[in-house]
């Protein structure tokens, strides 16, 4: 088991066709697609597959994140037969990531982030918010699909939840918590 402190893989800007089989990650923040746009510029990240990852005592799981003034595209992403064990944020999108949080604000672009699947996910949330999908108001997430989802609490807590802001797909099989998407 790789234990960064950091994230276990990093996508950064610019990457295409990457497949990642068999991670084992923790602590630390988990696999992450971005920061990307930083400063207003251009990402463009595609045809990503990551496939059998388990996430053991990490503050993400599969975190896909971008700053507010980006501009391009993450598409084509697929997060196929994760599990995470005691995970604070085990599925985030945060296309709001920005420094210092105070001054963040909506702007009239981003990264769109389009054409992302999370298929077969089990495991525990260390937090209530378990499926966190913040997404830009002028460029929102499109194309998400959840399948066959199953994320309870862990110990240290009662119940996880969605979260949906601006995030479009649909949902297949069984999705808990219960799918938020529109």
Known sequence: ????????????DFIK??????IFCGPGHGI???SLGKDGGEATVEKIIVHRAQFFGTSNGV?????QAGRGNVRD?????????????????????????NGCQDLDHAVHIDDVKYIGATGTSA??????????????????????IQL????????????????????T??????????
């Open 63 to 67: 975190r896909i994140k971008t700053y």
């Open 32 to 34: 992450s697609i971005g």
């Open 17 to 22: 066709n990457i497949t990642i089989v068999d």
């Open 1 to 12: 088991m790789y234990k960064p402190g950091d994230d276990c893989i990093s996508i950064g």
């Open 127 to 148: 937090s209530e918010l378990a499926l966190n999908l913040n997404c830009s108001k002028t460029i929102p997430c499109t194309n998400i699909n959840l399948e066959n």
């Open 152 to 171: 309870g609490p862990a110990s240290s807590i009662k119940n996880v939840k969605s979260s949906c802001n601006n995030a479009y797909g649909f949902s």
């Open 77 to 101: 992403v697929s997060f196929v037969n994760l599990t995470f064990h005691e995970v604070q944020n085990p599925i985030i999108i945060d296309q709001h990531y920005c420094f210092p949080p």
């Open 173 to 182: 099989g069984i999705v808990n918590p219960s799918s938020c998407l529109r």
